[in-house]
């Protein structure tokens, strides 16, 4: 029987003084008063099979406040996806002047970034779980992959300056993203430390595909560079 840990973010369960109204599935639902617990949700048959009654009580709630937020448990996970994307993207536009600003070889910088993204990542076991859990069931094609494209579509053309014109940015961060999820499937299963030689092993392969579409200017070589696409 497997068991694996749902986070439930801390807009999930929530007790409303304003309603606003839902933009992906449009329902309306609380918006304040948020509730202050990630709580850890087993469900023993996956989460396609989960059920609204097993995620309420894990979180100590009454079934009926999940349907007064959310349309049902097909909304809350999509929401719960949606949450951690948010949470990444900010972090990514936190740190990434950074890496404008250093004065250190392309390359450096670039391992600076990943550096702190992976350990952003790998921090929030429950989270990580959940997102890879999510990220490969069905649900997530069906309710959410859409605006998850969407959503990173935007965020990666703000960068699109640093690459060659050529270059296909969604199917190349597409690349990333997947690798990235592979490596931290691994690391969540136990079949990889999280320590510093995976971290690096990790970078010097999501390395390897990115560098040749830099623009040449700022990576040694990148101009001589097949592309791996």
């Not at 369960?13 to 990630?38: A, W």
């Not at 136990?190 to 990576?219: C, K, V, W």
Request: glycine share 4%; with cysteine; net charge negative.
């Amino acid at each position: 029987m497997l068991f694996f840990p749902l986070a439930v973010s801390n807009h999930l369960f929530l007790r409303s003084q304003n309603l606003q109204r839902s933009t992906h599935f449009g329902t309306e639902r609380n918006s304040t008063d948020i509730h202050p617990k990630r709580h850890p949700c087993h469900c023993p048959k996956g989460l396609v099979k989960a059920t609204t009654k097993a995620i309420a009580a894990d979180a100590g709630l009454n079934e009926a406040y999940i349907y007064k937020c959310f349309k049902g448990k097909d909304e809350l996970l999509a929401e719960a996806l949606h949450d951690r994307d948010e949470g990444l993207a900010v972090f990514l536009r936190r740190e990434f002047p950074n890496v404008l600003a250093e004065t250190s070889p392309w390359r450096d910088r670039c391992f600076h970034l990943w550096e702190k993204t992976w350990k952003f990542i790998l921090d929030e076991r429950d989270d990580c779980i959940f997102y890879l859990r999510y990220y490969s069931s069905p649900d997530f094609y069906a309710y959410e992959r859409d605006r998850q494209q969407q959503y990173y579509h935007a965020l990666i053309h703000r960068v699109a300056y640093l690459f060659r014109p050529e270059t296909d940015l969604d199917m190349l961060m597409h690349q990333v993203f997947e690798t990235m999820l592979a490596f931290a499937a691994h690391v969540m299963a136990g079949d990889m430390e999280n320590n510093d030689l995976t971290t690096e092993r990790t970078f010097e392969q999501i390395y390897s595909f990115i560098a040749p579409h830099f623009r040449a200017e700022l990576t040694e070589g990148a101009g001589k560079e097949t592309a791996v696409l």
